[in-house]
């Protein structure tokens, strides 16, 4: 639904995991396009999958890029760069993908919260603020949550 925030996650393929170097190209490449093909509200990026908090910009059509194809271009991006830093070819990601429209400021913050929680709870850090693979925009309280009219 055009103009409304989503929950994402996706994963590695079985038996590939992400570095240091990888997690630091896939975190640059969603901070990239943040404000120009979607409002970038979190992104965690664990060592075999990541969640992303996004709502989709509109363009000067009216119309909002489907969250498809901005999955299909953050994914395909950064599985070449790390294809080519590792000097491999193939998957690095799995097709399937979970998504979930926030329906209220509440689910948001929720999910928020789970994000940021993520890499303690993994174990990766003792304190969330010091995982340097998390990303969270605090203009996200600036932006509607939930589907647009």
């Known amino acids: 639904m055009g103009g409304s925030t989503y929950f994402l996650t996706y994963?590695?393929?079985?038996?590939?995991?992400?570095?240091?170097?990888?997690?630091?190209?896939?975190?640059?490449?969603?901070?990239?396009?943040?404000g120009r093909r979607y409002n970038l509200h979190a992104v965690v990026v664990m060592p075999d999958h990541v969640h992303v908090l996004?709502?989709?910009?509109?363009?000067?059509?009216?119309?909002?890029?489907?969250?498809?194809?901005i999955l299909r271009t953050n994914k395909g991006f950064s599985s070449r760069a790390i294809g080519k830093l590792h000097g491999r070819s193939g998957s690095l990601w799995q097709e399937e993908r979970y998504d979930r429209i926030m329906r209220d400021e509440e689910e948001f913050w929720e999910k928020w919260v789970y994000m940021l929680k993520n890499p303690v709870e993994a174990g990766l850090c003792n304190r969330a603020e010091d995982y340097p693979w998390w990303y969270g925009n605090i203009r996200a309280m600036e932006r509607p949550i939930g589907p647009s009219a």
Not at 11 to 31: E, F, M, Q
Not at 54 to 69: E, N, Q
């Open 54 to 69: 996004l709502t989709p910009v509109r363009a000067t059509d009216g119309s909002y890029l489907p969250l498809a194809d």
């Open 11 to 34: 994963r590695c393929v079985p038996g590939r995991s992400l570095d240091d170097a990888d997690r630091t190209v896939i975190l640059d490449n969603w901070k990239h396009w943040d």
